[in-house]
């Protein structure tokens, strides 16, 4: 399970940045297994780019839904 500390970082990362923001507002409106699809193929991507671990361990926190569900409470949904 996915710290609340490390929730808080990525919403105040977010917040910080207007353009993680809207990505992760879409992200986390998505259905479950939509998203951990989505997310599969990105991780994929990134482990192509070398990405750091700390980024694919943000990415692997995403697909969990209560995180997807905290983070998309705080942030709010998608825009349109």
Not at 62 to 77: K, S, W
Request: aromatic share 2%.
């Amino acid at each position: 399970m996915i710290s609340e500390q490390y929730v808080a970082t990525i919403i105040r990362v977010a917040e910080g940045d207007a353009s993680i923001a809207r990505v992760l507002r879409e992200i986390c409106a998505l259905d479950a297994d939509v998203r951990a699809g989505a997310l599969e193929l990105v991780s994929a991507h990134l482990r192509t780019q070398a990405a750091g671990g700390d980024v694919l361990e943000c990415v692997l926190a995403l697909r969990e839904d209560a995180v997807a569900r905290r983070i998309a409470a705080h942030l709010g949904p998608p825009a349109g």
